[in-house]
């Protein structure tokens, strides 16, 4: 029989409610009121009626305790009569024990009732691709979703003291999802930087999980210190040997002599053996591991980013309640000489299965007309990415990484996970299920964006729209820049839209770059 059985039992057999039960020795030392009265009469002897009644009744006064008024909060004037016949002392005890302990439970501590709610001093800013609008006048409106939800409307005020904090109460709807770090314990104090600027500016409102993979064990110093950062949960997990290793289809003298090849022409990051299988795990492992099968929905976090802005949403709660699939926060070229094989690949991959690409797929935005409509090298920026698990386990997905993976790509060149994850939600995803977090200051390394017009909401300075555009690509590099900027493509319509009279040939002859003729420069009230 199990505890709570035992306890059940226990509290079901207590006795009714009794103040002397039969037998009790209490019952038994005291005198019944007809017994007080013959022992009365006996000792008058022989009176009259009158008399007799006179005495009878101040010996009633005399053995009868005059009634007492319960106190204001008694059981007798909260709990009726009808019950407390029913119910014991003991049970009651129990009830009102279990009653306060449920109070202690749920009901946050004083010092959380005027929690930091950051207000949304500024509007988000809100660019979206040129798409059709859709025919059900029922989809998702991400921007109306904004204006309804924002000003923290679905944080979560974190318990303090040694009770656990149960967010999910009162919450049953929130995503499952998490934060996801792939990072070395040498990394620590770049991921501490990242870990406490997210989590001042968001997650201490939300608190969703931390899970930090690593291809060895993380060291006690790591787990204590990351533990110290925030009080959502945190789970150290270890990548199998099996993804991080050299599958046994690639020719081992090849790959070397591509480490040689691309580091000597400077491909960055090109001599690197750890660099290839971390760009190949987070292609097509991240979301196998066996941790992650709870979890719906991911946020990509690196070491030593920046985080810049207060963000007064739920991100995760946003992208499920508008089915959106992936977010992003920079779209910016890429080095082509890592990945020269990459769209003859994945042109193949569109040939062989035409059945995986999606109907409404728009791969236009990254094809270069100038350039024989070969892939522009525009890549979603993904040390930023916020998406769905389920998009990345699905068959199109997993059939285009074994595509490229079987190819030897990520070994013999220097496949990213940015060029794939972008080309895969080209193909496999409608625009409109894609989303730009314009929103959001974000910088990582050399790149960063800052939205206009966010202060006090954000601590940089605005940048605009294209200043990220080509800073990955070195100057020895030969490739061809595409028309647009790679964000002003995706996003079309107005944002490509050229000044009266400008032309690239007389910006350069200035010394400009042949990008700044746009009417729209990002940096408009209420944009950018």
Same mark, same amino acid.
């Given at each position: 029989?199990?505890?709570?059985?035992?306890?059940?039992?226990?509290?079901?057999?207590?006795?009714?409610?009794?103040?002397?039960?039969?037998?009790?020795?209490?019952?038994?030392?005291?005198?019944?009121?007809?017994?007080?009265?013959?022992?009365?009469?006996?000792?008058?002897?022989?009176?009259?009626?009158?008399?007799?009644?006179?005495?009878?009744?101040?010996?009633?006064?005399?053995?009868?305790?005059?009634?007492?008024?319960?106190?204001?909060?008694?059981?007798?004037?909260?709990?009726?009569?009808?019950?407390?016949?029913?119910?014991?002392?003991?049970?009651?005890?129990?009830?009102?024990?279990?009653?306060?302990?449920?109070?202690?439970?749920?009901?946050?501590?004083?010092?959380?009732?005027?929690?930091?709610?950051?207000?949304?001093?500024?509007?988000?800013?809100?660019?979206?691709?040129?798409?059709?609008?859709?025919?059900?006048?029922?989809?998702?409106?991400?921007?109306?979703?904004?204006?309804?939800?924002?000003?923290?409307?679905?944080?979560?005020?974190?318990?303090?003291?040694?009770?656990?904090?149960?967010?999910?109460?009162?919450?049953?709807?929130?995503?499952?999802?998490?934060?996801?770090?792939?990072?070395?314990?040498?990394?620590?104090?770049?991921?501490?930087?990242?870990? =406490?600027? #997210? /989590?001042?500016? !968001?997650?201490?409102?939300?608190?969703?999980?931390?899970? &930090? $993979?690593? %291809?060895?064990?993380?060291?006690?110093?790591?787990?204590?210190?990351?533990?110290?950062?925030?009080?959502?949960?945190?789970?150290?997990?270890?990548?199998?040997?099996?993804?991080?290793?050299?599958?046994?289809?690639?020719?081992?003298?090849?790959?070397?002599?591509?480490?040689?090849?691309?580091?000597?022409?400077?491909?960055?990051?090109?001599?690197?053996?750890?660099?290839?299988?971390?760009?190949?795990?987070?292609?097509?492992?991240?979301?196998?591991?066996? =941790?992650? #099968? /709870?979890?719906? !929905?991911?946020?990509?976090?690196?070491?030593?980013?920046? &985080? $810049?802005? %207060?963000?007064?949403?739920?991100?995760?709660?946003?992208?499920?309640?508008?089915?959106?699939?992936?977010?992003?926060?920079?779209?910016?070229?890429?080095?082509?000489?890592?990945?020269?094989?990459?769209?003859?690949?994945?042109?193949?991959?569109?040939?062989?299965?035409?059945?995986?690409?999606?109907?409404?797929?728009?791969?236009?935005?990254?094809?270069?007309?100038?350039?024989?409509?070969?892939?522009?090298?525009?890549?979603?920026?993904?040390?930023?990415?916020?998406?769905?698990?389920?998009?990345?386990?699905?068959?199109?997905?997993?059939?285009?990484?074994?595509?490229? %993976?079987?190819?030897?790509?990520?070994?013999?060149?220097?496949?990213?996970?940015?060029?794939?994850?972008?080309?895969?939600?080209?193909?496999?995803?409608?625009?409109?299920?894609?989303?730009?977090?314009?929103?959001?200051?974000?910088?990582?390394?050399?790149?960063?964006?800052?939205?206009?017009?966010?202060?006090?909401?954000?601590?940089?300075?605005?940048?605009?729209?294209?200043?990220?555009?080509?800073?990955?690509?070195?100057?020895?590099?030969?490739?061809?820049?595409?028309?647009?900027?790679?964000?002003?493509?995706?996003?079309?319509?107005?944002?490509?839209?050229?000044?009266?009279?400008?032309?690239?040939?007389?910006?350069?002859?200035?010394?400009?770059?042949?990008?700044?003729?746009?009417?729209?420069?990002?940096?408009?009230?209420?944009?950018?």
């Amino acid at each position: 029989m199990g505890v709570l059985d035992k306890f059940t039992r226990w509290l079901s057999d207590a006795p009714a409610r009794d103040e002397y039960p039969r037998g009790s020795p209490k019952l038994a030392a005291t005198p019944s009121y007809s017994s007080m009265v013959s022992k009365f009469t006996q000792r008058t002897g022989t009176s009259s009626s009158s008399s007799s009644h006179s005495s009878l009744s101040s010996s009633s006064s005399f053995w009868l305790s005059p009634p007492r008024t319960p106190p204001r909060w008694a059981l007798s004037r909260i709990i009726p009569s009808s019950i407390r016949s029913s119910i014991s002392k003991r049970q009651i005890a129990v009830i009102v024990c279990l009653s306060l302990c449920l109070f202690v439970w749920f009901v946050p501590p004083p010092s959380t009732w005027r929690h930091d709610s950051i207000p949304a001093t500024a509007p988000n800013f809100v660019a979206r691709p040129a798409t059709p609008v859709p025919a059900n006048k029922h989809a998702p409106d991400p921007v109306r979703w904004l204006e309804r939800n924002s000003n923290n409307k679905h944080a979560v005020v974190p318990r303090s003291g040694i009770m656990p904090s149960f967010s999910g109460l009162g919450s049953s709807n929130k995503p499952r999802a998490a934060l996801i770090s792939l990072v070395r314990n040498s990394e620590l104090e770049g991921l501490m930087q990242s870990m =406490r600027q #997210l /989590e001042y500016h !968001w997650n201490r409102k939300y608190q969703y999980p931390w899970i &930090f $993979f690593n %291809d060895e064990p993380f060291s006690d110093e790591f787990k204590a210190a990351t533990q110290n950062l925030t009080s959502a949960q945190c789970y150290y997990e270890v990548v199998p040997e099996e993804h991080w290793s050299l599958p046994d289809w690639i020719d081992e003298g090849r790959f070397m002599n591509s480490l040689e090849y691309l580091g000597a022409i400077g491909v960055g990051k090109g001599w690197m053996i750890s660099y290839r299988h971390m760009c190949r795990w987070n292609s097509g492992f991240f979301y196998k591991h066996p =941790r992650l #099968l /709870e979890f719906d !929905w991911y946020w990509r976090v690196e070491p030593d980013v920046h &985080f $810049f802005c %207060d963000i007064d949403y739920d991100i995760f709660r946003f992208m499920r309640d508008n089915s959106l699939k992936y977010g992003f926060n920079m779209n910016i070229l890429d080095d082509a000489r890592s990945f020269p094989s990459l769209w003859s690949r994945t042109r193949s991959f569109i040939n062989t299965f035409p059945h995986l690409i999606h109907p409404e797929a728009d791969l236009d935005w990254l094809l270069d007309p100038q350039n024989s409509g070969d892939y522009n090298n525009c890549q979603f920026f993904s040390n930023f990415e916020v998406g769905s698990l389920e998009f990345f386990r699905g068959e199109a997905n997993e059939k285009y990484f074994e595509w490229l %993976d079987r190819g030897g790509g990520f070994f013999y060149e220097r496949f990213g996970d940015a060029p794939i994850h972008t080309l895969s939600v080209a193909m496999f995803l409608p625009k409109r299920e894609i989303w730009w977090f314009g929103d959001l200051g974000y910088q990582h390394d050399i790149n960063r964006y800052c939205p206009s017009h966010s202060s006090p909401r954000c601590s940089c300075e605005p940048t605009p729209l294209d200043e990220n555009f080509y800073k990955l690509v070195p100057l020895e590099s030969p490739q061809k820049k595409p028309k647009d900027t790679c964000i002003r493509q995706f996003l079309g319509g107005d944002w490509i839209k050229k000044k009266e009279g400008w032309t690239v040939e007389g910006e350069r002859a200035l010394g400009g770059d042949g990008y700044g003729g746009y009417v729209l420069s990002g940096l408009e009230e209420g944009g950018g």
